[in-house]
């Protein structure tokens, strides 16, 4: 079993930033891969980015690259996601999530890959 706990959610202005956290406990956190997804209403829950066991690969999502970006402090059992100069089109629900059947060099994006899921926490983009 793997427990999730996302913070650092709120109202942020276009081009400002704000750091999602995530903090995981129940299995030794350093074997396994962490994702981060979203979901605003009416639409399917989307990947944003993945990082593998120890922070060696990292995947970014199109819409987000170079803007966003996944690391992990292992020491810690926290996955982050820093997210600077967002737009509205950012506003959605964010969810961190652990694949614990991932290879240590993979960077899962499928919703369906990943075994465990935070409870969300709402990120808000204002113009």
């Known amino acids: 079993q793997v427990q999730l706990v996302e913070s650092g959610g709120g109202l942020v202005q276009a081009v400002g930033s704000l750091r999602l956290s995530c903090v995981a406990s129940?299995?030794?956190?350093?074997?396994?891969?962490m994702g981060w997804f979203r979901q605003s209403p009416g639409k399917e829950r989307e990947f944003v980015a993945a990082i593998s066991w120890r922070g060696a690969r990292t995947n970014t999502a199109e819409s987000v690259k170079g803007r966003f970006t996944i690391s992990r402090d292992n020491a810690k059992n926290t996955v982050y996601l820093q997210m600077n100069s967002p737009t509205p089109e950012d506003t959605a629900v964010y969810y961190c999530a652990a694949d614990i059947n991932a290879h240590f060099w993979e960077t899962p994006t499928r919703t369906n890959e990943y075994n465990y899921w935070g409870q969300g926490t709402q990120v808000t983009v204002s113009s």
């Open positions: 129940g299995r030794t956190f350093r074997n396994y891969a």
